[in-house]
């Protein structure tokens, strides 16, 4: 990106000035070096998103910000109802809720250097990964229902987890005003076998030590110490996320104009949150976030089955579960006016500081857990919330590393074989049914995620408090 | 003229091209650019045959929805596809059928599975010379 385009308003926040159709200005946080790694379609797409009706404050970029769909994947954006605001199935991208949760295990790496074979191969056979794979129980038509009702709380009252989990997860385990009516019975049909399935592509599962705590009171809040083993799985609402993405971006880009919409990108289509498309999508996207919720509840049942029989007696309670790709309704104030927006996180995490409302008593003092994947070769980080009055992009941060290589060019520079061999040799297990998509996913493929934590902890976004490494790692 | 596919490049994601001297050629040739981002086409036997219908009122949509139609089929029946007729009429009704068969882990080494056809780089035009591009970005 030209960084001539952009006024720099400190050494991590650069401000795209409003020009043209603008309504606000757009805001990127990151480093100097990240900002002028990023495409000029990020400048291009923060600027669009920045013209839609009702937006609020500024569109924002993460530091992991790269060119999406319409909205830049590490995009936030906000609008308000009462001023014509708008709801974007390319805001939230085909993967309703994707996510990241980390278990505890109560293991230390010495606990199962020697067996770490053992556990990748069990992990691999227990949690379906991959193109084709189905789940081991199939919904039918109540149960799909009631499972985008419930979310993971739908997932526990069928005896998938605890109770307890319910309460380390985003809006409790269940996202209120969720309509499976709104759901297509297409959608409902794709993810019919797909229950408990890790999918393909940045999807993975990883037991991962904890390499470095950087906060010892928040490492001690959140219960990491170094040597530590937890377990990190990050996947989304499958086939009917994709399917509602699907089907409600035909729909919006067709129906744009007869809302007045003027899309500067016909991928930004979006329709008024208070028209039938907007609130249809809200309900359908609302079970989306349950399916994901659901998917990765039933993914850590089946986690902590491997677990207890490899290690009797082990329990993997939740750290957290987190959602980034989202637009939920929340409270926060603008020029001093508190106001109920509509949050898009697209490719970015929220990250509610201490004494945030809407966050379990756990976190209360202490603020989120915020959990950003890296890749099978270099690490993954957990942060907390930052907020209070120096709340930024509305209380988010980023979500990952971001792929600096495209597939095609991975596929031509690396062999799937001789990456499992070199993380083997440096004692991280891989399993996966591609050798072609362990090519794909090459560590050097994506950013350094290290680079992108630490802009977000400099820019104020969250703050930086421990280093995970992978020790396995099963990828679809 | 040549009828081919292609991929051309897009930051996390895959473009897929497909060239050919009708609109149903390129789209043809599409979908198997479209199982080439998660196998090779020559890996696929064409042992089992799918109906695929749609229609849409502008070419450009008509691309995303066979896609996005191709997409679905392969996701609920576990399937990859490597050979397609389509034929479009007038009205942009599109019909069509895909070999293919259920996927094989071992022998097509799958890398990803294809979330849906988007309408980022999204063009379907009729040169001056006359052949046909269908090009879009799938989301992996």
Redesign the interface.
Known sequence: MDLSLLSRRSDHEWVIEPHGRMRVPGILYASEALVADM?H?VYEQVANVAMLPGIEGASYAMPDA?????FP?GGVAAFDPDRGGVISAGGV???ISCGVRTLYTGLKLRDIETRKVDVANALARAVPA???S?GQISLDDVEMDAMLSGGARWAVERGYGTVADLERIEEHGCMAGAEPAEVSP?AK??QRDEMGTL???NHYLEVQRVAAVFDRAIGEAFQLREGDLVVTIHCGSR?LG??I??EF??RM??EAASHGIELPD??L?CAPIRSELGRAYLGAMRAGINCALANRQIITALVRDVFAKLFPGSALPLLYDVSHNTCKLERHVVDGEEKRLFVHRKGATRAFGPGHPELPAVWKDVGQPVLIGGTMGTASYVLAGTGGKGERAFGSACHGA??SM????A?RRFKGRQIADDLADRGIIIRS?????I??EAPAAYKDVTRVVDAADAAGLSRKVARLEPVVCIK? | MESRWE?F??????GVRGTGPTLAAAFQQAALALTA???DPALVRPETSVPIACEA?TDD?LF??WL?AL??EM??R?MLFARFTVAIDANRHLQATAWGE??D?RR??????V??????A?RVVQDAAGPWTAEC?V??
Do not use: C, M
Not at chain 1, 406 to 409: A, V
Not at chain 1, 433 to 437: D, E, M, T, V
């Open positions: 495409d379609k790269h060119w999406g769909y319409g994947i991208g085909f993967d991959g193109v084709g189905e297409q049909r794709r999918g393909s592509g086939g994709h399917q993405g699907t971006l035909r880009a067709i016909r991928e289509a971001g792929r495209s597939r095609s060019e596929l049914p591609s050798s072609r998509g090519a794909e679809g | 991929h490049e897009h930051g996390a994601d895959i981002v998660v196998t009122p949509i995303v929805d996005n997409v679905y996701a609920t576990r259920r996927v882990p097509h080494e799958p890398a990803v599975e979330k849906g056809a988007t309408q980022t999204l970005v989301d992996v």
